[in-house]
Nanobody
């Protein structure tokens, strides 16, 4: 499975961005897709996850109510809609794929390149 994240950029606080993660190779409806982020000088942390077939979404408390994860199987793409962005959301965002319904880095087998999101105050 190859993953390519895109859609990052510079946005003002309160603004919105939509990240995309395009998958190629072998993907299965049972696979789990996750978004993680890593801010400067911090560890990579879980943001959200979804089952490829849709549903079973789960969010970190820090983004719940502001971010929405979704999947489009026809396009082999997973999205992360980010609204009401805050400066503390600034990070490199990564998408990942795995077979376990989890929020830990080790539970994901494949990782895409990151996309930088910068939120200015």
């Amino acid at each position: 499975v190859q993953l390519q994240a895109s859609g990052g950029g510079l946005v003002q606080a309160g603004g919105s961005l939509r990240l995309s993660c395009a998958a190629s190779g072998r993907t299965f409806s049972s696979h789990i897709m996750g978004w993680f982020r890593q801010a400067a000088r911090k560890e990579r942390e879980f943001v959200a996850r979804i089952r490829w077939s849709g549903g079973s979404t789960y969010y970190a408390n820090s983004v719940k109510g502001r971010f929405t994860i979704s999947s489009d199987n026809a396009k082999n793409t997973v999205y992360l809609q980010m609204n009401s962005l805050k400066p503390e959301d600034t990070a490199v965002y990564y998408c990942a794929s795995g077979t376990q319904m989890g929020a830990l880095l080790g539970e994901y087998d494949y990782w895409g390149s990151g996309t930088l999101v910068t939120v200015s105050s």
